[in-house]
Nanobody
Framework: QVQLVESGGGLVQAGGSLRLSCAAS????????LGWYRQAPGKQRELVAT???????NLADSVKGRFIISRDDDKNTVTLQMNNLQPDDTAVYYC?????????????WGQGTQVTVSS
């Protein structure tokens, strides 16, 4: 079982920056992919960025050039640095983990953290 605890988020003006962090526990558990999804009011949840243990990155087109994802496998954390934020980035951001235990894939979600960008 993987538990995800998010931190960061908040209110920022357009053009500003925020940093989201997510810690997965237990720390000893190897997680194949860590990342972030977001869900705006009235919209479906969408991928923002994911990063695998092999350092393969997947970024949504809408955040390329503005958001940077990184992970620390020793601490089992993933960080999303969000720069030049725009009002369209306003959403609840969810940490996501995908783990393969040798026989099946399991997906885990954090509780979500609100990001609000004012114009």
């Amino acid at each position: 079982q993987v538990q995800l605890v998010e931190s960061g988020g908040g209110l920022v003006q357009a053009g500003g920056s925020l940093r989201l962090s997510c810690a997965a526990s237990p720390v000893s558990l190897k997680i194949n992919a860590l990342g972030w999804y977001r869900q705006a009011p009235g919209k479906q949840r969408e991928l923002v960025a994911t990063l695998t243990r092999l350092k393969t990155t997947n970024l949504a087109d809408s955040v390329k050039g503005r958001f940077i994802i990184s992970r620390d496998d020793d601490k089992n954390t993933v960080t999303l640095q969000m720069n030049n934020l725009q009002p369209d980035d306003t959403a609840v951001y969810y940490c996501n983990a995908k783990r393969f235990d040798g026989s099946r894939w399991t997906e885990y979600w954090g509780q979500g953290t609100q990001v609000t960008v004012s114009s």
